[in-house]
């Protein structure tokens, strides 16, 4: 089995639809009104089932981008040292921008990620997550949109890799030795 390794199921699927459905409809609320479409703003590559599952259930006219970067650390510890990898298509100067993570852990990343994005001055930017990891935060980050908190522990699947494998888990599961 190729989730043989996984110790433990931490996120069910219906789990895992509930929160999307719930964020959806926060989303929906929060940007009801905006006079023009949102664009909704994806971190490659651990973001792409939960952005595409998200802007299922957000009941409004939108666009999408993704953007890849990349944190460099000593491997196992985010930097906070962001490099842009692959930069959005659109302009997002006056844009309405949500942007999406799959999981904020000590919120680097994020952070240098926002403070990009503000540079390129855009009418609002929020950020929603997926997972968040409040014990492990050391960067001031404030999540607009939050599917669920969870413990310090590694998680995968649902997007999220361990050395690029088990994205394709339908549910979020933790790693054993
Ligand atoms: P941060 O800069 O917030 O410490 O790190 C955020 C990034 O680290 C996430 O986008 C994700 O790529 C990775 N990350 C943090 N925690 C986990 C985890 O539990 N599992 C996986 N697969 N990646 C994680």
Redesign the pocket.
């Known amino acids: 089995m190729f989730d043989s390794k996984i110790t433990k199921k931490l996120i069910s699927e219906e789990q895992i639809q509930q929160t999307v459905s719930r964020l959806g409809k926060e989303v929906t609320e929060h940007y009801t009104g905006i006079d023009q479409e949102l664009l909704v703003v994806g ?1 490659l590559r ?1 973001s792409f089932i939960f952005m595409a599952d998200l802007v299922r259930c957000i009941e409004l006219p939108l666009c999408v981008d993704f953007m890849t970067v990349s ?1 460099y650390g000593d491997g196992t510890i ?1 930097s ?1 040292d962001v490099k842009i990898i692959m930069d959005l298509d659109t302009s997002i100067e006056g844009r309405d921008v949500l942007l999406v ?10 952070s240098k990620v926002i403070r990009m994005m503000n540079n390129r001055n855009p009418n609002s930017l929020k950020v929603c997550t997926f ?1 968040n ?1 409040p014990e ?1 935060r050391t ?1 001031d980050v404030t999540v607009d949109f939050c599917g669920m908190d969870i413990p310090n ?4 699947g649902y997007g ?3 050395a690029q494998q088990y994205r394709n888990l339908p549910y979020v599961g933790v790693l054993g030795e």
Request: negative net charge; glycine residues 12%; aromatic residues 12%.
């Open positions: 971190l651990g944190s985010s906070g993570e799959d999981i904020v852990d000590t919120g680097k990343t994020f997972l990891k492990c960067a522990e590694f998680v995968v999220l890799d361990f």
